[in-house]
Structure formats: C-alpha cells, structure tokens
C-alpha cells in the first residue's frame, strides 16, 4: 500500500486543538496557542477542548468524536494536533470516518495514546506524525522537541540520531518507519489497524509498566510476527520500567528485547530519542528512512 504524505504547512495554515484521551487544561490550551502563533498559525480549538463531562477524558466519546471529525473533515484545517495522551482514543477511532481525509490528508501529530488513532492512519495508507504534544509544550525541556515538530510540519523533517550503546546491533537498512508506544502496538494486534511490520523500520516506547510486564508485550509482538521480518528496530525511552516489589524480574528492558530478538539480522538501536521523556523528536509515521547503526551513533535519515 502507497502512504499519503499530507502536504506541509505554510505560514497563516489553520491547526486545530483535539483531545481525544485525557483533557487539557486552560493553562496548557493557551501556552499552545502562543507558541503555535509564533509559527504564524491559526489555533482552532476543538468545541469539547475543556469538557469536564467525564472524569477522566476529555468530554464523552460522543463529544470527542464529533470534535475529531468536524477537524478530520473541515477544509480550511490544515493539521491537526492532540492535545495530550493518556487512555481514550481507541474508544473512538473506528467509529470516525476518514474518507475526507484520504482524498485531503493533513497532518496528524501526537504519541502515547495518540499511537491508536495513528496505526488506524496507517492501515488507511496516510501518513502522520509522531511528536510531541500541546500539554508539554511549557516545559523549557521540551524546546528541541518542539523545534522538531515544527520542522516536521513545515515538510523539512530532521534527521534523527541517536547516542551509542552497548545492547546496539550495528547495521543498516532502509524502509518505512512505523511505531509507537509499546501497549498500543498490542492492543491493536487482531483489529483492523494491526500494524504491518515486515519490511519496516519499527519503534518502541513505553512508560509506568513493570518488567516482567514489558517482556510479555515484547513476547506477545514476536508471537504475533511482528519482530520477525523487521527491516530494523529502534527502541525509544523506556520510560519509569519497574520491577515488581514482590518479585523481581530480573532483566533489564534492553535484556528483553535482545532475548526475543536474538535470533533475527537487523539492525537494533536503543535510546533513540522518543517517548515519554526529552527529548521527544517529531518523526513521520509511514516514511521511507535510512537506519544507519555503528559503534559511535545511529542515525535515522528521511528520503525523499
């Protein structure tokens, strides 16, 4: 299947706010909307931005719904952005319709939670991006993430290079990166959105899970097929990975993926820069990348 690359945006493009998990706050709409306008945007913030309909998400599923589509099927919105991730997007994501967006696509940004709706983009041939969100963008840590989501954005995306490591399997390769948090990728196994791996560039990340937790999701992808015809492997930050306090795992997340991947010949990198932590460079979800692993770095490179 052929990707759809949204055309970048230009100084005056209209974006629009959306939380489809948890809801943001006034403070982190307004912080958005002021570094966005500094881009020259337009923020349009979704009608249910704020609702406190339910405790935990932003508004009900019907509401955020609606807020998805009217942005999915708006002509004069240019991309999209989600507010913040948590829970709550699976909820919803079969339900919309993307015809609109297939014949107009725009850019879609968001992680964590954001994963679902991004491996639903995927399976419908259209491209999106993996960056971060408008509820971090007040924290000055954040600043090169956010410098890399705007490079994204504007059609000059960065290449991506990350630090040497030991548990690294030197090597290089080309092919579509896909990816995401790690409890998405298996959620989706067995729906509609089941991510194609083979011949892919895959990338993981997780946060707040136990070990033995995150061998059994690694475990459940090599089951699936998932780990087996991969094109290579970067693993994003391992975010607050804990051992059980009442029994200990004893292996290390690179141990784990390393154990369940031994027997394959891609290249793998750790700690590349994306996830739960800073910084969390913008990446192309259904790209064509290069992946280059050696002893000093690895580095991710678009190709047009």
């Known amino acids: 299947m052929s990707i759809l690359i949204p055309p970048p945006l230009k100084p005056g493009a209209r974006v629009a706010l959306v939380a489809l998990s948890r809801r943001a706050s006034e403070e982190h709409v307004s912080h958005a909307r002021r570094v966005l306008t ?3 945007l337009t923020v349009v913030p979704a009608n249910n931005l704020l609702s406190q309909a339910h405790a935990y998400l932003a508004g009900t599923d019907d509401q955020r719904l609606a807020d998805l589509q009217a942005a999915l099927d708006d002509p004069t919105i240019d991309a999209i952005l989600c507010a913040r991730g948590g829970y709550g997007s699976g909820r919803i994501i079969d ?8 014949q107009h696509p725009k850019w879609i940004v968001g992680f964590s939670d954001v994963t679902a709706l991004q491996l639903k983009l995927l399976s419908l041939g259209i491209a999106s991006i993996h960056g971060t969100m408008p509820v971090l963008f007040a924290n000055p840590a954040s600043i090169p ?18 630090p040497a490591a030991p548990a690294n399997k030197p090597g290089r390769a080309e092919g579509v990166l896909v990816g995401g948090n790690l409890s998405l990728l298996v959620d989706s196994l067995g729906t509609a959105s089941e991510l194609d791996t083979n011949g892919k560039i895959l990338v993981i990340e997780e946060i707040g899970e136990l070990v033995y937790r995150v061998d059994r ?4 992808l090599k089951r699936a097929g998932k780990l087996a015809n991969l ?10 990975i804990k051992e059980d306090p009442s029994l200990a795992f004893e292996e290390t997340p690179e141990q784990i993926i390393l154990n369940h991947t031994r027997a394959y010949h891609y290249p793998v990198a750790f700690r590349f820069p994306s996830g739960h932590e800073n910084p969390n460079l913008a990446w192309v979800q259904g790209a064509r990348v290069s992946l280059e692993v050696t002893a000093a770095q690895s580095i991710i490179t678009p190709l047009v």
Request: without cysteine; hydrophobic residues 45%; charged residues 15%.
């Open 38 to 40: 500094a881009w020259g």
């Open 95 to 102: 339900r919309a319709n993307y015809a609109t967006l297939q």
């Open 145 to 162: 993430s956010i410098e890399s989501l705007r490079n994204a954005l504007f059609g000059k995306p960065d290449a991506i290079t990350a």
């Open 231 to 240: 094109a290579g492997l970067l693993i994003g930050h391992m975010t607050d």
């Open 217 to 220: 999701m690694v475990n459940q």
